[in-house]
């Protein structure tokens, strides 16, 4: 499994039926979609139909944080 700064987790949070569901974040991934805004855009274009309106049922509440959160690295905390 790739690390490089990250944890290699995901936590799927469903609040309609308060489920939660774990699992490894793939290489893939990790690879291909650098940092936190990366990761969350890459989740919205695949599982949210486009023209979806924000405060729908069906749309995500994605938080994701990237290789250099709690390093010390400069402007590494911010939200996207």
């Given amino acids: 499994m ?14 309609n039926n308060l489920t939660t ?3 490894e974040t ?3 991934f990790v690879r ?3 940092g936190g805004a ?8 695949d599982e949210v139909k486009a023209g979806t ?3 729908d049922e069906d749309n995500k509440l994605i938080f994701t944080v990237g290789p250099l959160t709690a390093t010390g690295a ?5 939200m996207a």
Avoid: T
Wanted: charged share 20%.
């Fill in 2 to 15: 790739y690390q490089g700064g990250y944890a290699g987790k995901i936590l799927r949070v469903n609040l």
């Fill in 21 to 23: 569901k774990g699992g």
């Fill in 26 to 28: 793939p290489d893939e």
């Fill in 32 to 34: 291909d979609y650098l």
């Fill in 38 to 45: 990366g990761f969350g855009i890459k989740c919205l274009y």
């Fill in 53 to 55: 309106p924000a405060l």
């Fill in 74 to 78: 400069p402007c590494a905390s911010r």
